[in-house]
C-alpha cells in the first residue's frame, strides 16, 4: 500500500512539469514574440535565430520546470542565450553596430532599440519589457544593481523625448499594454 501511494504521488507530480510537447507548443504558439526577444536583445537575424534555437533546445533538456512556468522558463532560456552570445556586461560602452533588417516592417521603437549599445538593449529589454527585477538584471548581467537603476533611467529618459510611435510598438499584448500610454506629447 505504501509504495502503490508512492507511486501514485510521482505520477502526479510527472503530470506537474512541462514536458518537451509543452515546450514545443510554447514555441510554436508564440514563436515571433519569442523570436522578436531574441532579435531585440542581439539586433541581428542570425544570432537571434540561433538563441531561439537554443532556447527550445535548453528548455527540454533542461532542468524539470513546473507547466505553469514553462513560458517565462523559455523566455529566460532564450534571455540567457543572448547574454552568452552577446556578453553585454563586457560591451557597455560600446556603441551597437547597424543591425541586420528583418523580415517584414519594424515599429518606430524597434528600429531605436536595436541602434542602442548592446547593455542599454539588454537593461531595457529585461527590466522594462520583461520585468524582470532589478538584482535580477544584475545577476544576470553581471554587473551591480546601481548600474542597471542608472542603464534604465537614461533609456527611460530617451524614450520620455517622445519621439517613438506607441501605437506602433511591439506584437506581445504585455508589451503593447505597458506602452500604451507611454506617449510624450
Known amino acids: 500500500m505504501f509504495r502503490s501511494k508512492e507511486s501514485q504521488r510521482a505520477r502526479e507530480r510527472a503530470t506537474e512539469y512541462a514536458t518537451c510537447k509543452d515546450f514545443q507548443q510554447i514555441f510554436k504558439e508564440d514563436m515571433a514574440g519569442l523570436h522578436l526577444l531574441a532579435y531585440l536583445l542581439t539586433a541581428d537575424q542570425a544570432r537571434a535565430e540561433q538563441c531561439f534555437v537554443a532556447g527550445l533546445e535548453d528548455s ?3 532542468n524539470p520546470v513546473f507547466k505553469q512556468w514553462a513560458r517565462t ?3 529566460r532560456a532564450i534571455i540567457q542565450n543572448a547574454i552568452k552570445v552577446m556578453a553585454p556586461a563586457t560591451v557597455r560602452a560600446e556603441a551597437a553596430s547597424l543591425p541586420t533588417e528583418p523580415n517584414g516592417e519594424q515599429s518606430p521603437l524597434v528600429s531605436m532599440v536595436l541602434q542602442w549599445p548592446v ?3 539588454f537593461v531595457f529589454v529585461m527590466s522594462v519589457l520583461e520585468g524582470y527585477a532589478v538584482r535580477e538584471c544584475a545577476a544576470l548581467l553581471a554587473c551591480t544593481d546601481q548600474q ?3 542603464t534604465k533611467s537614461r533609456v ?3 524614450l520620455a523625448d517622445g519621439s517613438w510611435q506607441a501605437a506602433t510598438v511591439l506584437s506581445s499584448p504585455r ?3 505597458l506602452f500604451a ?3 510624450v506629447a
Open 181 to 183: 500610454g507611454a506617449q
Open 148 to 150: 542597471i537603476v542608472a
Open 60 to 62: 527540454i533538456h533542461g
Open 156 to 158: 527611460l529618459e530617451r
Open 73 to 75: 522558463w523559455s523566455k
Open 175 to 177: 508589451w503593447n499594454a
Open 119 to 121: 547593455f542599454e538593449r
